[in-house]
């Protein structure tokens, strides 16, 4: 049983009526089970094991796609799907965030802090996720977050604000173990979001239960000046399904994933299919990258997979696509947030303890300058990515927000990593300091597509 399942006698699906209302209660009461637990001193024990597991990504080699789990065929065919209602705002645009949301907020920043920080160099070194920091992720509710109650998650509206908030206090802890703990829901939600009724009772289930599958969402190509509206890899109808080519890249804990939402270009625009790993033509082999790696990075080939024709997810025009890239760029956005975040906490008071000449190097005009522009810069894109979610979660359009969001993003972002560096000086190029980890990490917002959404 799982540790939300067994916080009340009902479980997931079968908790009192005060408590089904309440989404923070799971979170609040798992990770309070959590910190009782032993899984802390656990994972920092956990030295080579996940090196030998995820052995696909560290040395490149080419394997077939898991094949553990079939997925039963459930749900009326063709039937629409439950969709999520859009929030309630309180304005054109506000700030502040709900009493569940901060408290959603808290409880996620303590597991950032005390369980994802600890082991984010050996996760980064390792190219790979501990087990126990999955599993946490998973009992605290984090791959249902954006599903609806109706669908067995704990939502009751569109949570776009929601799931910015938490992708940001999880990426203070790490980025590349923020992205590993939000894939699977990421697919979970796109599936809440655009899937029919068949769809939604053929896979939520497996999110919603005790054991939690891993998911990818895969955009990704490895292709020079990639633009990710117009995807190489091709879906082709063939009698009564398609036939999926091509290369994604940049897929994270592909080796492990037993679903993929691939994009595809179908008829000259771009769709959403669901790819179970058992299919024929699916292999994975390892892709670790400059940062990010402890998302356990991989490239998917697709060779004359075939589909059956429910495997579409959402429509065929182009607009679920566009939509599901608008709520990928957002959650790369709340991610450049919390590592941006962790720089300036981490330099604060660095430059005012470290002396030269005889005083704090704070005390000089340019290191206290670099410093406020980091401040300054990252209430930016704050401002920025919090619009954009707002309108989001909403059900408004976006496009400009998120557009004008991960421009900035992913500039500034960059720029306070290459500042985090540099105000550490020698000790920014070493790895005794995390700063140079962020660094690496902050260059992929914008490179990245896909891989998780809000």
């Given at each position: ?23 923070i209660?799971?979170l609040?009461a ?7 637990s032993?899984?802390v001193?656990r994972?920092g024990?956990?030295?080579q ?11 490149g080699?080419?394997?077939m ?19 999520p209602?859009?929030s ?5 645009f506000?700030?502040t ?9 808290d409880?996620?920043s303590e597991?950032?802090?005390?369980v ?24 605290i ?6 599903l ?11 949570s ?5 908030l938490?992708?940001?206090a999880l ?5 590349g ?10 697919v ?36 020079v ?28 804990r ?14 000259g625009?771009?769709a ?28 998917l ?5 075939r ?18 890239v ?7 956005c709340?991610?450049?947030?919390g ?6 906490d981490?330099?604060?008071?660095y430059?005012?303890?470290?002396e ?7 005390h ?25 979610a ?10 400009k ?35 140079e ?11 990245m ?6």
């Amino acid at each position: 049983m799982s540790l939300i399942s067994s916080l009340t006698p009902g479980g997931r699906n079968g908790v009192p009526s005060t408590e089904s209302r309440d989404p923070i209660g799971y979170l609040v009461a798992g990770l309070n089970r959590l910190a009782q637990s032993d899984l802390v001193d656990r994972i920092g024990l956990r030295k080579q094991a996940e090196q030998v597991v995820f052995s696909v990504t560290r040395t490149g080699f080419k394997t077939m796609t898991n094949a553990s789990r079939t997925f039963a065929r459930a749900g009326k065919k063709g039937q629409p799907g439950a969709r999520p209602a859009p929030s309630a705002g309180t304005g054109p645009f506000d700030l502040t965030p709900t009493e569940d949301e901060q408290m959603l907020v808290d409880v996620v920043s303590e597991l950032a802090g005390e369980v994802l920080r600890p082991a984010a160099a050996e996760a980064d070194a390792a190219c790979a996720a501990p087990d126990d920091l999955l599993k946490a992720g998973l009992e605290i509710g984090l791959p249902i977050l954006g599903l609806p109650e109706s669908l067995g998650g704990i939502s009751e509206e569109r949570s776009a604000m929601a799931g910015t908030l938490v992708a940001e206090a999880l990426a203070k802890g790490d980025m590349g173990l923020a992205v590993a703990t939000l894939a699977p829901g990421s697919v979970a939600t796109a599936i809440g979001l655009w899937g029919t009724d068949q769809q939604q009772q053929t896979y939520l289930p497996a999110f919603t239960g005790d054991t939690v599958p891993a998911a990818a969402l895969a955009l990704n190509e490895p292709a020079v000046l990639f633009d990710v509206l117009t995807p190489s890899t091709t879906a082709v109808r063939q009698g009564d399904g398609y036939v999926l080519n091509g290369v994604k890249s940049l897929v994270a804990r592909g080796d492990s994933a037993e679903l993929f939402v691939v994009g595809a270009a179908l008829e000259g625009r771009p769709a959403l299919f669901l790819v179970e790993s058992s299919t024929a033509g699916l292999s994975i082999e390892g892709d670790p990258a400059m940062g990010v790696r402890a998302a356990s990075m991989t490239r998917l080939h697709l060779d004359d997979v075939r589909v059956p024709a429910e495997a579409v997810l959402g429509e065929t025009d182009g607009s679920t696509y566009r939509e599901c890239v608008r709520l990928s760029r957002l959650a790369w956005c709340a991610l450049s947030l919390g590592t941006a975040q962790a720089v300036l906490d981490y330099v604060t008071p660095y430059v005012k303890e470290r002396e030269a000449f005889g005083e704090p190097i704070a005390h000089r005009q340019s290191v206290a300058f670099m410093v406020a522009n980091i401040a300054i810069e990252l209430q930016a894109m704050r401002l920025l990515t919090y619009r954009a979610a707002a309108r989001a979660a909403a059900g408004k359009d976006f496009t400009k927000e998120v557009a004008l969001a991960r421009k900035l993003c992913a500039e500034k972002g960059m720029q306070i990593g290459l500042d985090g560096v540099q105000l550490l000086g020698g000790h920014g190029f070493v790895k005794e300091h995390p700063v140079e980890r962020w660094y690496r990490d902050l260059r992929a917002i914008g490179i990245m597509e896909g891989t998780v959404l809000v």
